[in-house]
């Protein structure tokens, strides 16, 4: 029998392409037994499943999610993504509708896990034994970074609409009629298991000697394996672990009683268990569970330069720990480059909301927030600000590039090169600096940072902080802020400190540090602040020139429109309900 796989168009890993069809197709048919005698068709397979995986560069129909949050505005007024911001979205028309997606990468690694593989290197034993070693041990190495994968595209599920089908074998097509939901907890644990299965994973050994034994999977590739540099290791399970449980112990699983009201199946979008007790634990295991990952890391992992984390090389930066490799493209220059060059689309426009947040530095040791009635602030609004502000926005006469054909002062003020009456021109007086290669003609490489060190930093630091430890909490905010090439001031000790200043603390440091990163909307809807920073009104700036001199007000740009609880949580797609009657819908949709 054949059976349709989809080889044809598969990358390697170092160029991995998302392969958006799940139905095993080829345009050249193999046999089943063609794939599975094949070290290489089954190499192609795994990596398939790595291409599902979504970068955040303009995964919301060509947009970025940040458009959908206070981080930005989207410059195109008739663009799907500002179906979030007017509130005009539904299970028939959702801009971010993932599920087929990640249902297709499910199929697709569950097929992968299924085959039959004992066979891929019979032909070697004989000939090479070292080599057959090898190859046998990857490939129950790949059976792991299958199951990783799997757990992933699970979560981004979950975190979008609850508990979900668990479907962890491939089915047919008459299957679908029976699908039903299963409850958050059972997510989460099947989760945070899939994770400590790879982390706790024993494959064969590859010495020449009689007896190989057995080794862990890497931590990480970097520094040991650059050809496995972006495949799972222990780092990425331990990792996703701790985001995963931080989700789970955060406000939205944890209170349905004040966003779904009387839904029937509270299960399927809380815990059912939300007592003090309760809550108390899985802050617990998330502190666990971030600590986990820094004592993997040598217990106190340096952070290093910031402006290395989004470069061309930023594979290799050991705290990015889960990273997608893409191939050199240009396309994210092409969209976000100012219009006032050739090649600029201008789309991501950073909003006022998000510049505002980034403090002033009145000294080495002292910052206070922005402050617009300040006349010392508002003269001169980007001098002596946080470095992240200057290498995630570009403001006015800021310079992207020193290269001959780009190398000029941005000019955002009215009737400026970049600015208004231009057609696409910024909305908000800024564009996005952050990822930007410095000549948008030049295809470079984007890799997308899922989760990096500063996050588990900051993740050790909510849980402590919800845990009473509130000297931890600021420790590891400073750890984040006093890094090489921010260098801000340490947080200092208050004896009034409180969990919510510095739970305020926290939100403000994730705002900053993670800027475009696709952090905010999750945030956001986890700590259940949805009308702050998904309703808010979004400002901009208003530049005028007047010989040499630019003066700035800030504007109100538009209200968002946050207006029901039911959107904590997307809805089922309608087209699933139709085909699974007993999937049951989240509440308010």
Excluded at 236 to 248: D, G, H, I, W
Excluded at 316 to 336: D, H, M, T, Y
Excluded at 345 to 360: I, M, R
Aim: hydrophobic letters at 40%; one cysteine or more; proline letters at 4%.
């Amino acid at each position: 029998m054949k059976t349709k796989l989809f080889l044809a168009s598969m990358v390697m890993l170092a160029g991995l392409s998302s392969c958006q069809k799940l139905e095993r197709e080829l345009s050249t048919d193999f046999t089943e037994d063609q794939v599975i005698t094949s070290y290489n068709r089954t190499s192609f397979l795994l990596n398939s499943v790595y291409g599902d995986l979504r970068e955040g560069y303009s995964d919301v129909s060509g947009a970025m999610m940040s458009s959908a949050t206070d981080e930005a505005e989207h410059a195109r007024e008739l663009d799907a993504v500002q179906r979030f911001n007017i509130g005009d979205w539904s299970a028939t028309s959702n801009p971010d509708d993932v599920w087929s997606h990640y249902y297709k990468a499910i199929r697709k690694a569950n097929y992968f896990l299924e085959l039959d593989k004992g066979r891929v290197n019979l032909d070697l034993y004989k000939t090479d034994l070292s080599l057959f070693r090898q190859r046998s041990s990857e490939l129950v190495r790949w059976n792991y970074e299958a199951r990783f994968l799997r757990a992933f595209f699970y979560f981004e599920l979950v975190k979008r609409y609850g508990g979900v089908p668990l479907i962890t074998q491939t089915l047919g097509t008459d299957a679908a009629s029976g699908m039903t939901r299963s409850s958050l907890a059972t997510c989460i644990k099947f989760i945070t298991d899939e994770c400590d299965s790879v982390i706790n994973a024993k494959v064969p050994g590859v010495n020449t000697n009689d007896n190989p034994g057995v080794q862990s999977i890497p931590l990480q590739y970097v520094g040991i394996q650059a050809e496995n540099i972006g495949r799972v290791g222990t780092g990425m399970a331990l990792a996703l672990k701790s985001r995963v449980l931080l989700y789970a112990a955060s406000n939205l699983f944890n209170s349905p009683s004040a966003w779904a009201g009387s839904y029937g199946k509270p299960e399927f979008v809380s815990f059912t268990d939300v007592s003090p007790v309760a809550r108390q634990q899985r802050w617990l295991a998330a502190a666990n569970a971030a600590e986990a990952v820094i004592n993997a890391y040598g217990g106190n992992p340096a952070l290093g330069n910031y402006n290395q984390l989004f470069g061309n090389e930023n594979h290799k930066v050991l705290e990015n720990i889960f990273v997608r490799r893409n191939a050199a493209s240009n396309g994210f220059e092409q969209n976000n480059w100012p219009v006032g060059f050739s090649n600029g689309g201008g789309k991501t426009n950073p909003s006022q909301n998000l510049v505002d947040a980034y403090e002033f530095k009145v000294n080495a040791t002292t910052t206070t927030m922005f402050d617009w009635s300040n006349p010392v602030h508002k003269a001169a609004p980007y001098a002596n600000r946080d470095p992240r502000l200057a290498f995630s926005i570009a403001v006015n006469q800021s310079n992207l590039s020193t290269e001959s054909n780009y190398n000029r002062k941005l000019e955002m003020y009215t009737g400026g090169q970049d600015a208004s009456p231009k057609p696409n021109a910024t909305k908000t007086g800024y564009y996005i600096r952050k990822y930007i290669n410095s000549t948008p003609a030049t295809s470079s490489i984007h890799n997308w940072v899922f989760i990096r060190m500063a996050e588990i930093f900051l993740n050790y630091a909510e849980a402590k902080n919800e845990l009473g430890d509130f000297a931890t909490a600021r420790a590891y905010i400073n750890k984040v802020r006093t890094r090489l090439g921010v260098d801000m001031p340490q947080l200092n000790v208050a004896a009034n400190d409180t969990r919510d200043k510095i739970l305020q603390s926290i939100i403000r440091e994730r705002q900053v540090e993670f800027a475009f990163e696709d952090h905010r909307a999750w945030d956001a809807r986890r700590w259940m602040l949805g009308p702050d920073i998904l309703g808010s009104s979004i400002r901009g700036v208003n530049i005028t020139r007047t010989g040499s001199l630019d003066t700035y007000a800030p504007f109100n740009l538009e209200s968002r429109n946050f207006v029901a609880a039911k959107m904590y949580l997307y809805p089922i797609p309608q087209s699933e309900i139709l085909k699974s009657p007993g999937l049951v819908q989240n509440p308010g949709w």
